[in-house]
T-cell receptor, first 110, second 115 residues
Framework: QKEVEQDPGPLSVPEGAIVSLNCTYS??????FMWYRQYSRKGPELLMY????GNKEDGRFTAQVDKSSKYISLFIRDSQPSDSATYLC??????????FGSGTQLTVLP | EPEVTQTPSHQVTQMGQEVILRCVPI?????FYWYRQILGQKVEFLVS????????KSEIFDDQFSVERPDGSNFTLKIRSTKLEDSAMYFC?????????????FGPGTRLTVT
């Protein structure tokens, strides 16, 4: 069973565009939802962390979780070339194990 | 800023050989993890470790794998007899308490190539 599914991309947008990245999950026990950014040949870096449903905003980034539809989203406003990376969604029902999506490669063109 | 470090950055080994991947977690962190990412695929959980014991492990973490904290600073992943399909990036992570998932910090990874 594929527990976390992510739009594979790749996604290419012009600088300044609003980017929408999406995942779905199947495990109803998942309560913790994360978005990581990963640059080429580097480790994942946490961007956003959400518990249960709702929205969370941090600067240009907004994370959204809808537990009723099991849908996770990350929005990036005013996207910059430096945002070009692979974005990974991840979920967990426990404190120790993360289940990742396959990642969406984003390129922001100057 | 403290960070998780991993050595080597790239390891090439022949099939059937043993490899040890090394990690230095962030000082004062108590929970340690290994994940792997086969090229083009998902990051997958392998194992978590706390108080010198495995806390959780995935189906991937079979008898060929072992983890150890040989001293107060290093955390190692050993693969006893490598297979071609073990070729992947291996990420170590550490967490101060294992409670908050936003406190799980990843290292830069070791690229393992099995030939």
């Amino acid at each position: 069973q594929k527990e976390v599914e992510q739009d594979p991309g790749p996604l290419s947008v012009p600088e300044g565009a609003i980017v929408s990245l999406n995942c779905t999950y199947s495990n109803s026990a998942f309560q913790y939802f994360m978005w990581y950014r990963q640059y080429s040949r580097k480790g994942p870096e946490l961007l956003m962390y959400t518990y249960s449903s709702g929205n969370k905003e941090d600067g240009r980034f907004t994370a959204q979780v809808d537990k009723s539809s099991k849908y996770i989203s990350l929005f990036i406003r005013d996207s910059q070339p430096s945002d070009s990376a692979t974005y990974l969604c991840a979920s967990s029902g426990s404190a120790r194990q993360l289940t990742f999506g396959s990642g969406t490669q984003l390129t922001v063109l100057p | 800023e403290p960070e998780v470090t991993q050595t080597p950055s790239h390891q090439v080994t022949q099939m059937g050989q043993e490899v040890i991947l090394r990690c230095v977690p962030i000082s004062n962190h108590l929970y340690f993890y290994w994940y792997r990412q086969i090229l083009g695929q998902k990051v997958e959980f392998l194992v978590s470790f706390y108080n010198n014991e495995i806390s959780e492990k995935s189906e991937i973490f079979d008898d060929q794998f072992s983890v150890e904290r040989p001293d107060g600073s290093n955390f190692t992943l050993k693969i006893r007899s490598t297979k071609l399909e073990d070729s992947a990036m291996y990420f170590c992570a550490s967490s101060p308490s294992g409670i908050r998932l936003d406190e799980q910090y990843f290292g830069p990874g070791t690229r393992l190539t099995v030939t």
